[in-house]
């Protein structure tokens, strides 16, 4: 079955401080990945997808960046936070068969303070 | 006007009780929809797919109506576990999946 293993699953770091999210992939081949961020009270907000080793493609400009290096490695990063960075943090991939469903990590709850 | 809409609730209703939700999406091209649920601070875990047929699992009845771009989710015979977040998903192309913002559902003894 196709997994995604995301983590940490808390993290709470100072303002202007950098972030590293990653997430991995089981169970596929050459998945399509995403980023969501969810901030408290609001919908899963699209920051970043990608069909394939070093294409990224962005949803929301903003002081983060994603990169692929494996087919089943994405990672989330920023240079510097914001206080507006906080949120909850998705990576999520689709099932190959079917209809094309999204399958999730457990997520990231980042807190910037 | 927004993708994926839906009635962010809560809606409070008795065990026992139907309810209904509603979700509108504005790409008329788009070709794939589902229901997924949301449990407080978790990640989202597909609940549904909708396909233009109808479709039933249990208590859950989901409908698609493309003519007027909008889907359904029904849920009989409500259980206290069935309190949580359900989030209205739409494929609108490119393999790029739609959330919109969840409508809460409450359901009390």
Request: net charge neutral; proline share 5%.
């Amino acid at each position: 079955s196709q997994t995604i293993h995301q983590w940490p699953a808390t993290l709470v770091q100072p303002v202007g401080s950098p972030l590293s999210l990653e997430c991995t992939v089981e169970g596929t081949s050459n998945p399509n990945l995403y980023w969501y961020r969810q901030a408290a009270g609001r919908g899963l907000q699209l920051l970043f997808y990608s069909v394939g080793i070093g294409q990224i493609s962005s949803e929301v400009p903003q002081n983060l960046s994603a990169s692929r290096p494996q087919d089943r490695q994405f990672i989330l990063s920023s240079k510097k936070l914001l206080l507006s960075d906080s949120g909850f943090y998705l990576c999520a991939g689709l099932k190959e068969t079917g209809p094309e469903e999204a399958f999730f990590g457990q997520g990231t709850r980042l807190t910037v303070v | 006007r927004k993708e994926v809409e839906q009635d962010p609730g809560p809606f409070n209703v008795p065990e026992g009780a139907t309810v209904a939700f509603n979700c509108t999406y504005s790409n008329s091209a788009s070709q794939s929809f589902f229901w997924y649920r949301q449990d407080c601070r978790k990640e989202p875990k597909l609940l549904m797919s909708v396909y233009s047929s109808g479709n039933e699992d249990g208590r859950f009845t989901a409908q698609l109506n493309r003519a007027s771009q909008y889907i359904s989710l029904l849920i009989r015979d409500s259980k206290l576990s069935d309190s949580a977040t359900y989030l209205c998903v739409v494929n609108s192309g490119y393999s790029t999946l739609t959330f919109g913002k969840g409508t809460m559902l409450l359901v009390s003894p």
